[in-house]
């Protein structure tokens, strides 16, 4: 241990790592004794496997080395002005927003004032504070069951971030947004966390916005849960738009119960290196979940989607829809889980993964892995990988677009066909628009290069 | 509008066509009949400019153009248009969207304004009620779970709303039921006029039933070796192809 060097400066190191852990909770951000219960066990369990490497099997093709050695500090308070995050929001009157700056809840920021009976978005740290009984049934039941190194750091770590709870047979007419911002010029980690509980007959749409406002080097690890009670409904977009010198590890972790849905497009355009494990349990008879997402990069960006849908009970159905649109040099991965325990007959479950790549630098990794323990189930999957198809080329061209319209027009259709999936009107236009201004300026950028 | 002179073309080194004539003019439709492999469909994609094959002789003129000399999207453009054997699915594009990024760029190569969704679906609305269907796959992404006869209709479909000068039919009555075959076959006729040509290629006789040609030619081993009238799709049908070849031989 080098003298003098403040505790979170070399984060890397497992002592600094404890030292700061040791800090967090001596003071009053460890929250309740069963928080601290909590933090106490997912840190052991990130004591004993410390940073993942290439060598483990599920980041066999993401290196988090430069996360491991890094030196990110917690960052200051920031605010900032609400110019800056209207690009990522939508709607005006009377939107519900919860907004977090540097990992702390902004109240300033934030519009809760108009929720409807039976709706709770704030700050999760004030969640805490309050004692609220449902914050203590579920925050970190779920990810504790991950085998996510990162997804513990989280729970060790995490202080605060939104907690949103819809009431039984509650509907919302418009979505919550969720936006977690980084600003600030010192490599900074926060680790936000994100509880979601919709009891039995709610439906709700959630968008969960992680954004960096500055294009500096930072690190976010996200960790989400999403509780889905008996027939509820809860539909999520989040959006992974981070600082392209960024990194994100991220957990999203769903648990459905009976007859319930639940949908989430994910779709990352943003940091240098990402990872985003999705793991939805389907808990209850019935139940349907549906995880899609869509990654665009350019340069040396890199992200991994590892999702897990797990079918525990029978009669559930889950639909997966990865896309990927791979530019310069960047590198996509996807690995995609399906398991299905004894006893969960009539599981239908079906996964596609397609990926362009735009240029012969640019990579993508495509993993099926189908765990099937019950005999009366239907599950297909399938890849795609390679360039864009010359037939589809000189099926455009024979219609009149000349090839830099055709090819434009195919990348521009391999995002579309996931937005589909976005049920907010005006979330899918404003998406549309950012990733047609980014695969436009990418067909410059080649057009120039050629 | 069409002459076709010697033609010869290519693919991988096997020569396809070996010495194609043909002449085509305003107002006619002419069938392209002939038995698997004798290089029909390599003809209705060298019309298109398929970049696969390579002409290695003679001339293809279209309206006075060397068309051999124009890109896929200046032969659409002038005007020249496939419907293909095999549509292609566009992931993630409705066909209303395509037809109208299409539309814009002929108009736009052509000098005039591109049209806005509202003005396009005015003009798709009344293309579809002219030929008698509806909008039912308008927002579904191009030809991506189609079933084979929709694949074909909306290639007509494409065709209606494009208005060629000079349409190649591509075997598009492969795969299509009786019902499927009437539907495609009506709309091309209501599509005729007298300053467009039609060149419907078909390995069967039975869409001739239904498209009524001014003139049946015969490809075979890469060369015309019979034309006719439409009484020689007839002759076709009942006797074969091989009485052709022998013939010619």
Same mark, same amino acid.
């Given at each position: 241990?080098?003298?003098?060097t403040?505790?979170?400066?070399k984060?890397?190191?497992?002592?600094?790592?404890?030292?700061?852990?040791?800090?967090?909770?001596a003071?009053?951000a460890?929250?309740?004794?069963w928080?601290?219960?909590?933090?106490?066990?997912?840190?052991a369990?990130?004591?004993?496997?410390?940073?993942?490497?290439?060598?483990?099997?599920a980041?066999?093709?993401?290196?988090v080395?430069?996360?491991?050695?890094?030196t990110?500090?917690a960052?200051?308070?920031?605010?900032?002005e @609400?110019?800056?995050?209207?690009?990522f929001?939508?709607g005006?009157?009377?939107?519900?927003?919860? !907004?977090?700056?540097n990992?702390?809840?902004?109240?300033?920021?934030? @519009?809760?004032?108009?929720?409807?009976d039976?709706?709770?978005?704030r700050?999760?740290?004030?969640?805490?504070?309050a004692?609220?009984?449902v #914050?203590?049934?579920?925050?970190?039941r779920y990810?504790?069951?991950?085998?996510?190194?990162f997804?513990r750091?989280?729970?060790a770590?995490?202080?605060?971030? !939104?907690? #949103?709870?819809?009431?039984?047979n509650?509907?919302?007419?418009r979505?919550?947004? +969720?936006?977690y911002?980084?600003?600030g010029?010192?490599?900074?980690?926060?680790?936000?966390?994100?509880?979601?509980?919709?009891?039995?007959?709610?439906?709700?749409e959630?968008i969960?916005?992680?954004?960096?406002l500055?294009?500096?080097?930072?690190?976010?690890n996200?960790?989400?849960?999403? #509780?889905?009670?008996?027939?509820a409904?809860?539909a999520?977009?989040?959006?992974?738009?981070?600082?392209?010198?960024?990194?994100?590890?991220?957990?999203?972790?769903s648990?459905?119960?009976?007859?319930?849905?639940?949908?989430?497009?994910?779709?990352?355009?943003?940091?240098a290196?990402?990872?985003h494990?999705?793991?939805?349990?389907?808990?209850?008879?019935?139940?349907?979940?549906?995880?899609?997402?869509l990654?665009?990069?350019?340069?040396r960006?890199?992200?991994?989607?590892h999702?897990?849908?797990?079918?525990?009970q029978?009669?559930?159905?889950?639909?997966?829809?990865?896309?990927?649109?791979?530019?310069d040099r960047?590198?996509?991965?996807f690995?995609g889980?399906?398991? #299905?325990?004894?006893?969960a007959?009539r599981?239908?479950?079906?996964?596609?993964?397609?990926?362009?790549?735009?240029?012969?630098d640019?990579?993508?990794?495509?993993q099926?892995?189908?765990?099937?323990?019950a005999?009366?189930?239907?599950?297909?999957?399938?890849?795609? +990988?390679?360039?864009?198809?010359?037939?589809?080329v000189?099926?455009l061209?024979?219609?009149?677009?000349?090839?830099?319209?055709?090819?434009?027009?195919?990348?521009?259709?391999?995002?579309?066909e996931?937005?589909?999936?976005?049920?907010d009107?005006?979330?899918?236009?404003?998406l549309?628009?950012?990733?047609h201004?980014r695969?436009?300026?990418?067909?410059?950028?080649?057009?120039?290069?050629? | 509008?069409?002459?076709?002179?010697?033609?010869?073309?290519?693919?991988?080194?096997n020569e396809?066509?070996?010495?194609?004539?043909?002449?085509?003019?305003?107002g006619?439709?002419?069938?392209?009949?002939?038995?698997?492999?004798?290089?029909?469909?390599?003809l209705?994609q $060298?019309?298109?400019g398929?970049p696969?094959?390579?002409?290695?002789?003679?001339?293809v003129?279209?309206?006075g153009?060397?068309?051999?000399?124009?890109d896929p999207e200046?032969?659409?453009?002038?005007?020249?248009? =496939?419907?293909?054997?095999?549509?292609?699915? $566009?992931?993630?594009?409705?066909?209303?969207?395509?037809?109208?990024?299409a539309?814009?760029?002929?108009?736009?190569?052509?000098?005039?304004?591109?049209l806005?969704t509202?003005d396009?679906?005015?003009v798709l609305?009344?293309k579809?009620?002219?030929?008698?269907?509806?909008?039912?796959?308008?927002?579904?992404?191009?030809?991506?779970?189609?079933?084979g006869g929709?694949?074909?209709?909306?290639?007509?479909?494409?065709?209606?709303?494009?208005?060629?000068?000079?349409?190649?039919?591509d075997?598009?009555?492969?795969?299509?039921? $009786?019902?499927?075959l009437?539907?495609?076959a009506?709309?091309?006729n209501?599509?005729?006029?007298p300053?467009?040509?039609?060149?419907?290629?078909?390995h069967?006789?039975? =869409?001739?039933?239904?498209?009524?040609?001014?003139?049946?030619?015969?490809?075979?081993?890469?060369?015309?070796?019979?034309s006719?009238?439409?009484?020689?799709?007839?002759? =076709?049908?009942?006797?074969?192809?091989d009485?052709?070849?022998?013939?010619?031989?």
């Amino acid at each position: 241990m080098t003298g003098g060097t403040s505790v979170l400066e070399k984060t890397a190191r497992p002592d600094h790592w404890a030292t700061a852990f040791e800090a967090l909770l001596a003071g009053d951000a460890a929250g309740p004794e069963w928080l601290v219960q909590r933090r106490r066990a997912a840190w052991a369990e990130f004591a004993e496997s410390g940073f993942p490497t290439t060598h483990q099997e599920a980041w066999r093709f993401t290196s988090v080395e430069t996360i491991a050695k890094g030196t990110f500090v917690a960052p200051a308070a920031a605010s900032v002005e @609400q110019a800056r995050l209207d690009p990522f929001l939508v709607g005006a009157e009377g939107r519900i927003t919860a !907004v977090v700056v540097n990992g702390r809840f902004d109240s300033a920021l934030s @519009q809760t004032a108009n929720l409807p009976d039976g709706v709770v978005v704030r700050s999760l740290a004030e969640a805490l504070r309050a004692g609220d009984p449902v #914050v203590e049934g579920h925050l970190g039941r779920y990810t504790e069951t991950s085998e996510n190194p990162f997804a513990r750091l989280n729970t060790a770590f995490m202080t605060d971030g !939104v907690f #949103v709870h819809v009431g039984r047979n509650v509907s919302l007419d418009r979505p919550i947004q +969720l936006v977690y911002v980084t600003t600030g010029g010192t490599p900074t980690v926060t680790h936000p966390r994100t509880l979601v509980v919709a009891e039995p007959g709610s439906t709700a749409e959630v968008i969960e916005t992680y954004a960096g406002l500055d294009d500096v080097a930072y690190w976010t690890n996200a960790a989400t849960e999403v #509780v889905v009670g008996e027939d509820a409904n809860i539909a999520t977009c989040r959006i992974q738009r981070e600082s392209e010198r960024a990194f994100q590890t991220a957990i999203t972790q769903s648990s459905q119960e009976r007859a319930s849905i639940y949908a989430i497009v994910a779709v990352v355009l943003g940091a240098a290196l990402s990872r985003h494990d999705i793991k939805a349990v389907l808990n209850g008879p019935g139940a349907e979940a549906t995880l899609n997402g869509l990654s665009i990069l350019r340069d040396r960006q890199h992200a991994d989607h590892h999702t897990t849908i797990e079918h525990a009970q029978p009669h559930c159905n889950s639909w997966e829809y990865f896309n990927g649109i791979y530019d310069d040099r960047s590198h996509g991965v996807f690995n995609g889980r399906i398991v #299905v325990r004894p006893g969960a007959q009539r599981t239908d479950s079906k996964q596609t993964n397609n990926n362009l790549l735009l240029t012969e630098d640019a990579r993508a990794d495509s993993q099926p892995q189908l765990e099937i323990y019950a005999d009366d189930v239907k599950c297909t999957h399938g890849a795609t +990988l390679g360039p864009m198809d010359p037939r589809a080329v000189f099926y455009l061209r024979s219609r009149g677009l000349d090839e830099a319209a055709a090819r434009s027009l195919l990348t521009y259709g391999f995002g579309v066909e996931i937005l589909a999936y976005v049920t907010d009107d005006a979330l899918r236009e404003q998406l549309d628009e950012v990733i047609h201004a980014r695969l436009e300026e990418g067909a410059r950028r080649r057009g120039a290069a050629a | 509008m069409l002459q076709i002179n010697n033609l010869h073309a290519s693919v991988e080194g096997n020569e396809i066509l070996r010495g194609v004539d043909l002449t085509v003019n305003a107002g006619e439709v002419h069938a392209i009949m002939g038995p698997n492999g004798s290089g029909k469909s390599t003809l209705a994609q $060298i019309l298109a400019g398929h970049p696969a094959y390579e002409v290695t002789e003679g001339s293809v003129t279209y309206e006075g153009r060397d068309l051999l000399d124009m890109d896929p999207e200046e032969r659409a453009r002038a005007g020249v248009f =496939l419907a293909f054997q095999y549509p292609v699915e $566009i992931r993630g594009i409705t066909n209303a969207y395509f037809l109208r990024a299409a539309v814009n760029a002929t108009r736009k190569a052509r000098g005039l304004d591109e049209l806005d969704t509202i003005d396009f679906l005015d003009v798709l609305d009344e293309k579809l009620k002219s030929i008698g269907w509806d909008d039912s796959f308008m927002n579904r992404p191009v030809n991506e779970g189609f079933s084979g006869g929709e694949k074909k209709r909306n290639e007509i479909l494409q065709m209606a709303v494009l208005e060629p000068k000079l349409a190649i039919l591509d075997e598009t009555d492969s795969g299509l039921d $009786i019902d499927a075959l009437k539907t495609v076959a009506e709309a091309v006729n209501k599509l005729r006029r007298p300053d467009n040509a039609t060149i419907v290629v078909t390995h069967y006789q039975r =869409l001739l039933n239904y498209i009524t040609p001014d003139f049946v030619h015969v490809l075979a081993s890469g060369k015309i070796v019979k034309s006719g009238g439409k009484e020689l799709a007839l002759e =076709l049908e009942a006797r074969g192809y091989d009485w052709v070849k022998d013939e010619a031989a």
